[in-house]
């Protein structure tokens, strides 16, 4: 392997790997290949969008030298920003909410970021994010944005989001060998839903694509815009019971709900029995390929991604 210019070019090409023994320990027929994306330079998959939604605001000539950029985050995006921010000289501040874990504050902080950290809101539980929460922060980042002149990414309208992730979908494609009969996606900005099965539709039209979202937060499941807008579920970086803009409803077979108990047993046992150490969005995914197996993809492969690395985790109680 050839040297490279700098962290920014290690970004993308991460492994795809077989879930032989979870599948073997649930007994499931079929088969779940994971996307280790937990791998990337800051732990997620957000490095993707960060690069791509920087690089393609320079293309436009939205983003000036030396701009401040900022961005409201749950703390992937947020610390993916921090990276590629630091790497081409704009400063950045991340803002996010107080529920959000205090590594992805720190890991952002130590990249070189501002942090602005914004309270809950009454009556939502620490470490579980509301869409009342997100309403908090977006306005305090608008704010800041005015005050400050700033570029403001917007990742949940940020159309070069999706496509960012396009490359998640056509690496998985290429790395299975064209053998993948569903996806598994848990909804937070929408942009890996929309790249991936994008990208998947484009090399088969028969991939079913499957939404993941909180139980008790079905907002998409449902098909309901007038769901309760409720926090209290862990999964934290998605699920805010919101209408995601660049969301293509068209490319959803079905939606798969799954709880907080769900998705931390699964986040465990792919540590414990997989060797990968990742987060609750992860464990939500494996939680809904297993429920996919059991049911309308009996026999079938599911492939889905690793979202982020489990160190993002350590202040709250996903690994005592």
Not at 18 to 47: C, F, M, Y
Not at 169 to 182: H, L, N, P, T, V
Request: proline share 3%.
């Amino acid at each position: 392997m050839a040297i490279m210019k700098n962290v920014l070019e290690t970004i993308g090409n991460t492994p795809l790997v077989n879930l032989e023994r979870l599948v073997k320990h649930w007994q499931l027929d079929g088969r779940i290949l994971a996307k280790l994306d937990n791998l990337n330079p800051t732990g997620s998959k957000k490095d993707r969008i960060a690069l791509g939604m920087i690089r393609a605001a320079e293309r436009k000539g939205l983003l000036k030298p030396g701009q401040t950029v900022i961005e409201e985050t749950s703390g992937n995006t947020g610390n993916g920003l921090a990276l590629v921010c630091s790497l081409l000289g704009y400063p950045f501040i991340a803002v996010m909410s107080k529920g959000n874990s205090i590594e992805r504050v720190r890991i952002s902080q130590a990249l070189g970021a501002k942090v602005v950290r914004v309270d809950q809101a009454p009556g939502s539980k620490p470490g579980a994010v509301s869409s009342a929460d997100m309403d908090l922060v977006m306005a305090e980042t608008e704010r800041l944005t005015k005050e400050l002149g700033a570029f403001y990414v917007g990742q949940f309208s940020n159309a070069d989001n999706a496509l960012s992730q396009e490359t998640t979908g056509d690496e998985m494609w290429e790395q299975s060998g064209g053998k993948i009969d569903a996806i598994a996606d848990f909804i937070g900005t929408g942009g890996g839903f929309t790249g991936i099965a994008a990208s998947m539709r484009r090399h088969s039209p028969n991939v079913r694509c499957y939404v993941v979202e909180p139980a008790n937060v079905p907002y998409y499941g449902k098909n309901d815009k007038n769901t309760p807008k409720e926090g209290g579920h862990r999964i934290q970086g998605g699920g805010y019971g919101r209408e995601i803009p660049f969301l293509d409803r068209s490319l959803i077979t079905d939606c798969v709900s799954i709880t907080d108990d769900e998705a931390i047993e699964c986040v465990r046992l792919l540590s414990s029995m997989e060797g990968i150490f990742c987060g609750f969005s992860s464990g939500a995914h494996a939680a809904a390929a297993r429920k996919l197996l059991q049911g309308s993809e009996k026999g079938k492969t599911v492939a889905i991604v690793i979202c982020d690395t489990g160190l993002k985790y350590l202040s709250t109680d996903l690994y005592s």
